[in-house]
């Protein structure tokens, strides 16, 4: 007996008791188990267990098995897929996993087979029950106790493979979403600029997220596509033998009406699936840039604005999202009654022949016509998901089939190389012109190559260009280089200040690291932060001012001092010009000392005389190439810069950097205090809320319907959170528990009624039509429960989104935004404690579950911000292997809930196997006593038990990990809004909304943050502005005409196909249609190049003029007429005067900043 015990369990189940080593670092039991514990899920007793005692963390799952890793799954599909052919996903997924599908395929038919032997056996026992003297049954045999013991191993053996065949199933599609999901990130490291610019990041993310799990509920229940209509035409041939062929014909032919519905219900079901994945893209997208954005967001007091607009999409989703599932029930619906109504019918026909409906003929088409509920219930599931899942897969055939970036194969040369010949780029096919025009460069290897321009002239496309990021449309690309590469838009990670720098480079050496540290002046912002480098820094580094952005980006450059080439795009325009020279001295001149480099300048032009060549650039072509003495009369106006005000330093002390670094440290200095009640990171942790959802939950969930008994259901619809929720929950509950009551009894009593004919009037239509009755008061009792029900999820949807919408709209940026980153006693017994083990364990599993699915899809959105920096540096592969782990740390703990499902299910179906054989038994035992009709009836019911009992148990696991999402809603229904703390101008403004001051001035943020849409849409979302008021503000900042055609030009995602100085002057023009009293310019034009800033101050001064302005900038020469200069430091003011009054005094602060940039202090004094 030990033995047998022991053979269903795994033979490292006695690891499990060694408690001193963590489960996370065993291997899985799926890699030793015994073939009859791989079966039945007996190794997963253990977690199950563990999860009960105590809520699991990630300790406490296991790894995955070897066979399951995304090194072992991914292999299988690549090898089948060749570019060339630009293949169908679907066809290669099934090539790939061919055989796997077909023992699936075969699992489930060979349940199909049992399963239809179960009427047979019923019939056997109603012959048996019925006569006395038994002489024949339909199995032959006539011993009750035998017939029950048949009945008992049919139902046991059925379950158990059909349990077998579902996580057979859920196993292939497991493996699937590991394959495809690393299909989906290699892809992504590999697109070329053409691709990328037709499939947007949200895209990307959707795919991952949305399509994987498409296509894994796809494969898992695919089969009953076809397996549903083989199994139904048997059920109806085999009722023919028992009906007569009239009979199981016209049932039949009722059967077929309704699963023809569910296939064209389907195919429109999968239309409107694509309206609302529109619909809900677009959500998505504009959500995550207003995140992105939500300082603009909320210094222009746009939150009411941004909120009407989501709203409005919301709407639309919700309204595409009611005619989805209205559907949806309807084919439900339908399916579910079908059995009844087939029964029906066949019944009519059978006795409208003059035969007679006797208990065993009764009960026998009952039972065959229960089976038929399954593929019944589960085909218009099967259906849909199976469309869903090849729509998703034409998705994703077109991405990976998606043009890639061309490698550098060029090996005609030994040294680095860098050459381009008469080329023409363009970012996209179908431009007009292209964006940069007959280049012709090559670097000399060891110099250092400056690139300058307007606005808008080319310079960073220039730079992509060079790494293969532009389409060459005309002559000739030959490159063959390694590459450190610093981006316009500083690229930062979800990751520690030292991981972002040495950036998964295989060694870390200390003193190279040191060295880079002093370098980009980056030594006192280390000081301060809680762990030095260590501290792990927010999303996008969301939390660090610019220039700390663009001395972390530049140090990753720097260390990667085996790279032959540095490109170096605009990485000082965000530094003062006393951080930028020691920078520039430590860096440039020091070590990149003989490398080669390209460095683009939009500011800081006084550093022009040290480059050994300068490249001008104008409207997408070099239009001056030569040394700074070469140029300098060619380009008089250009070259007199590096002599006025931005600054003339021509020499570099070694400590300068360091002793002035204090000087731009305001950031820094001012959050330093907050950042220290966190000892190791700028952001929060994800709340992973432990325990059982609690009964609370439910109560909010259902309260948010807004339904007190005497509104309307519509969606129209308002909602207090706080005063008759406590009317709304109770009365919905009320309310859905009554019509799911009396719909199930109108179904039973559809059964019931059917003996009560078979016993009254067996050769009467009129019971016939009274089941007909019936049948149809149960088509019109489930469809109003279920509508009931879809209107309340519909409602508490919109009106939780609404809630969580407009409080992450007003919530606090530093405290919020900042930090943060779904009968008998002794059954009962068995079934409630299986169900609360398994629930308990399930629970934290699809918790960890969604914890370990928000860095992943973290991952991909911030490599497709990246790619430049990652293909630049080459660190794809490395970068490949980090989102490998990340998938297989996901997959094991989605994999554990599925198979946590089918330990369930298993269990639980075991549980229904051993009713039956009781049933079975109680009726041989009761032969004399219980009437024929209550055994049929019990008889047919416990055949159908382990159904509803797994039904019910699983639906409520799913209710309740479904509540998850509803736990982390009430988190951010929850959320304080920030509000005025502070005096000024004897006005207590603490009186004074938020929305309202701030509505009062502009500010002008330091990063440009634009939307996807229109020029008019980001110039004036809240439509105030008339279109001459709109051009007036365009003309103004100088982008009317050739940049900007038409108020309706098109901007694309977070402004890509504007350059970084042209989003800032969209910014200004912005703040100029505002006419505020009170302005504010953080670094309003650090990207802008000089000769354009001095056009655009002009304009400001005119336009702002009698204008209270707050100006904070690293240019000198935009604020000495200014009539107060602050000076702080170390996060306090040290100086507040005029000018005139602290150029005056030498000794100054002021005055000491002013003669490092060599202004001309004669001219204030």
């Known amino acids: 007996m030990d033995t047998d015990f022991q053979s269903l369990k795994s033979p490292r189940a006695s690891d499990l008791q060694e408690d001193d080593v963590p489960w996370s670092e065993r291997p899985h039991p799926l890699e030793s188990v015994s073939w009859l514990s791989y079966i039945t899920v007996w190794w997963m007793d253990a977690l199950i267990r563990k999860g009960a005692q105590a809520p699991l963390t990630e300790q406490d799952v296991w790894p995955l098995a070897k066979a399951d890793t995304v090194d072992s799954v991914y292999p299988l599909v690549t090898a089948k897929w060749d570019p060339a052919l630009k293949p169908r996903l679907v066809v290669v997924l099934w090539q790939a996993f061919r055989y796997r599908i077909v023992v699936s395929f075969l699992l489930f038919s060979l349940y199909a087979v049992l399963s239809l032997l179960q009427p047979i056996a019923v019939k056997s026992m109603m012959q048996y029950l019925e006569q006395e003297d038994v002489t024949a049954t339909a199995l032959g045999l006539t011993n009750g106790y035998a017939l029950a013991f048949v009945l008992f191993v049919v139902s046991m053996t059925s379950a158990c493979i059909m349990d077998f065949a579902g996580y057979y199933a859920a196993h292939i599609g497991i493996n699937l979403k590991s394959a495809v999901a690393n299909m989906v990130y290699v ?52 009722l023919a033998f028992e ?76 309204s595409c999202l009611t005619k989805y599932h209205n559907l949806r029930i309807i084919n439900n619906v339908l399916l579910m009654v079908a059995p009844v109504v087939s029964l029906a019918c066949c019944l009519m026909v059978f006795v409208g022949q003059g035969r007679p409906l006797t208990m065993p003929v009764a009960f026998t088409a009952l039972a065959y016509m229960n089976i038929t509920r399954q593929p019944c219930g589960v085909f218009s599931t099967s259906v849909i998901g199976f469309t869903e899942a090849l729509a998703s897969c034409r998705r994703l055939s077109d991405f990976f089939n998606a043009e890639e970036l061309a490698p550098d194969l060029d090996t005609t040369h030994e040294a680095a190389t860098v050459e381009l010949s008469h080329a023409d780029f363009s970012w996209t096919n179908d431009a007009t012109a292209p964006t940069l025009k007959d280049i012709s460069l090559q670097l000399e290897p060891g110099t250092l190559t400056m690139v300058v321009g307007a606005v808008g002239s080319g310079k960073s496309s220039l730079v992509s260009a060079i790494l293969g990021d532009v389409h060459v449309t005309s002559g000739s690309r030959h490159v063959r280089a390694r590459f450190s590469y610093v981006n316009q838009e500083s690229w930062i990670q979800h990751a520690t200040v030292r991981d972002n720098i040495v950036f998964v480079s295989d060694l870390y050496d200390l003193d190279l690291y040191d060295r880079v540290i002093r370098a980009c002046q980056l030594s006192p912002d280390l000081a301060m932060l809680p762990k030095g480098d260590l501290t792990e820094i927010g999303e996008r580094g969301i939390n660090l001012s610019g220039g700390q952005k663009a001395r972390i980006s530049l140090a990753r450059a720097m260390y990667q001092t085996n790279a032959d080439v540095f490109l170096l795009d605009d990485p000082l325009s965000a530094l003062d ?42 409207n997408g072509a070099i239009v001056g190439d030569g040394s700074y003495e070469q140029l300098k009369t060619e380009f008089p106006h250009l070259m007199n810069l590096t002599t006025q005000s931005d600054g003339m330093a021509t020499t570099f002390q070694d400590d300068q950097g360091e002793k002035d670094e204090h000087a731009k440290m305001e950031v820094s200095k001012q959050v330093a205090p907050q950042l220290s009640q966190d ?44 005063s008759h ?35 009254n009037g067996p050769l009467s239509l009129a019971y016939g039509w009274g089941y007909v009755a019936l049948a149809g008061a149960s088509v019109v009792m489930v469809y109003g429960r279920s509508i009931f029900t879809l209107i309340t999820a519909m409602l508490c949807s919109k009106n939780f989104h609404s809630k969580a919408l407009r409080n992450v709209l007003r919530a606090p940026v530093p405290t919020f935004f900042d930090v943060t980153p779904r009968r008998h006693v002794p059954v009962g017994y068995v079934y409630f404690a299986a169900q609360t083990a398994y629930n308990k364990a399930a629970n934290e599993i699809k918790r960890l579950d969604g914890v370990t699915k928000s860095p992943l899809i973290s991952l991909v959105s911030e490599t497709y911000q990246g790619l430049s920096t990652i293909r630049a540096f080459a660190k794809s592969p490395s970068f490949a292997h980090k989102q490998r782990e990340a998938i297989d740390f996901n997959v094991r703990f989605y994999f554990a809930f599925f198979l946590g499902a089918r330990w369930f299910q298993m269990r639980l179906d075991f549980l229904g196997s051993l009713i039956v054989g009781a049933c079975a038994v109680v009726t041989v035992l009761t032969k004399s006593s219980v009437g024929l009709a209550a055994a049929g009836l019990s008889l047919t019911y416990s055949t159908q038990l382990s159904v509803l009992l797994s039904r019910v148990a699983i639906f409520s696991a799913w209710l309740d990990n479904s509540m998850t999402s ?26 004074v909304s938020v929305t309202s001051l701030r509505q009062g001035l502009t500010i002008i943020p330091q990063d440009p943050v634009l939307f996807s849409g229109s020029i008019r849409l980001n110039l004036d979302p809240t439509n105030c502005a008339t279109d001459a008021e709109l051009w007036t503000a365009l003309k103004q900042v100088h982008l009317s005409g050739t940049v900007i055609p038409t108020l309706e030009f098109a901007i694309c995602e977070r402004g890509s196909n504007l350059s970084v100085g042209q989003r800032q002057l969209v910014c200004i023009a912005r703040a100029l249609l505002r006419r505020s009293k009170v302005v504010v310019l953080d670094e309003a034009t650090a990207n802008i190049d000089p000769e354009s800033d001095r056009l655009i101050q002009a304009t400001m001064r005119e336009c702002f003029e009698n204008v209270t302005r707050l100006i904070i900038a690293h240019r000198l020469d935009t604020i000495l007429d200014s009539d107060r200069i602050l000076v702080l430091d170390a996060g306090v003011a040290v100086e507040y005067d005029a000018p005139s009054t602290l150029l005056a005094n030498k000794h100054s602060a002021f005055a000491q900043l002013a003669q490092h940039a060599h202004v001309d202090l004669d001219k204030f004094k």
Not at 968 to 991: P, T
Request: proline share 1%; with cysteine; hydrophobic share 45%.
């Open 187 to 238: 892809k992504t490291l590999s697109l070329s600029g053409l691709a990328k610019a037709k499939f947007s990041s949200g895209e990307v993310v959707t795919m991952t997220s949305v399509d994987l799990e498409r296509i894994t509920m796809g494969f898992s229940l695919g089969h009953w596509t076809f397996i549903s209509p083989a199994m139904l035409l048997v059920i109806f041939i085999m």
């Open 243 to 318: 009906l007569g062929p009239l009979a199981a014909f016209i049932g039949g032919l009722a059967m077929a009406g309704f699963i023809y519905f569910g296939i064209t219900s389907g195919q429109r079901v999968g239309h409107l699936r694509q309206d609302i994945l529109a619909v809900q893209a677009q959500r998505v997208k504009l959500t995550n840039e207003v995140l992105q954005g939500i300082r603009v967001v909320k210094l222009y007091a746009w939150e009411g604005s941004i909120q009407d607009q989501l709203k409005d999409i919301r709407l639309r989703e919700i």
């Open 577 to 618: 010009v006393h951080v930028a020279n020691a920078v520039f001295s430590e860096c440039m001149l020091g070590l990149l000392r003989g490398k080669t480099s390209l460095l683009v300048l939009t500011s800081h032009y006084h550093l022009l005389p040290h480059a050994h060549r300068i490249l001008v650039m104008a």
């Open 679 to 722: 000892k190791d990171s700028l952001v929060v942790k994800e709340d992973n809320v432990k325990g059982k959802v609690t009964l609370q939950t439910y109560k909010s969930y259902l309260g948010a319907s807004g339904y007190n008994g005497y509104n309307n259901m519509s969606f129209s619809a308002k909602v207090d959170f706080g």
């Open 725 to 759: 929720i406590f009317e709304c929950r109770y009365l919905v509950g009320f309310v859905m528990t009554v019509l799911f009551t009396i719909s199930q009894v109108t179904l039973s009593m559809t059964d019931w009624f059917m003996s009560v004919w078979a016993r």
């Open 966 to 991: 509803v736990e982390r809603l009430n988190h951010y229904n929850q959320l304080e809004s920030e509000h005025a703390e502070d005096e000024g101008a004897d006005v207590d403004i603490a009186s």
